[in-house]
């Protein structure tokens, strides 16, 4: 007669533990893939509200650069640019009242013989500092 043996064991076959192995590192891997997916999305999404927002700006920039263009290129009003006419005798009674005064005194500008020359950057004389407030 033949007998029995019982080959049920504890342990799980080699090939089953491997199996569970692969399993839960494909899990593992999923949930970085997912992970990894929520990030990018959240980072194109920031990037679209960037973009938006840049967009908008230029409109903005453009509108107001339009609305600058469009009042500097209104011609001007001709009679803002001139003199009036009473300034112009103004002027003038200033300058026929001070025009004796100025040609007895001969040069305006007092000078001061013993001044030190004043030196430019290459060091050249180019003139005197001159004290008027006497």
């Given amino acids: 007669m033949v007998s029995i043996t019982?080959?049920?064991s504890a342990n799980p076959p080699l090939q089953i533990s491997l199996g569970k192995a692969r399993l839960e590192q494909a899990r593992r891997e999923a949930d970085q893939a997912e992970a990894k997916?929520?990030?990018?999305?959240?980072?194109?999404?920031?990037?679209?509200?960037?973009?938006?927002?840049?967009?908008?700006?230029v409109r903005k920039v453009s509108s107001r650069i339009q609305e600058e263009a469009a009042?500097?290129?209104?011609?001007?009003?001709?009679?803002?640019s001139e003199v009036p006419l009473k300034v112009q005798k103004l002027i003038e009674q200033m300058y026929s009242a001070t025009v004796?005064?100025?040609?007895?005194?001969?040069?305006?500008?007092?000078?001061?013989?013993?001044?030190?020359?004043?030196?430019?950057?290459?060091?050249?004389?180019?003139?005197?500092?001159?004290?008027?407030s006497a």
């Fill in 71 to 80: 009042t500097y290129s209104q011609p001007r009003d001709s009679s803002t």
């Fill in 6 to 8: 019982a080959t049920n």
């Fill in 37 to 57: 997916a929520r990030d990018l999305r959240a980072q194109a999404d920031d990037a679209e509200q960037q973009a938006k927002r840049s967009q908008d700006n």
């Fill in 100 to 132: 004796e005064k100025r040609a007895q005194s001969g040069n305006p500008l007092k000078t001061n013989v013993n001044a030190a020359p004043v030196l430019n950057m290459q060091g050249q004389a180019t003139g005197r500092i001159i004290n008027i």
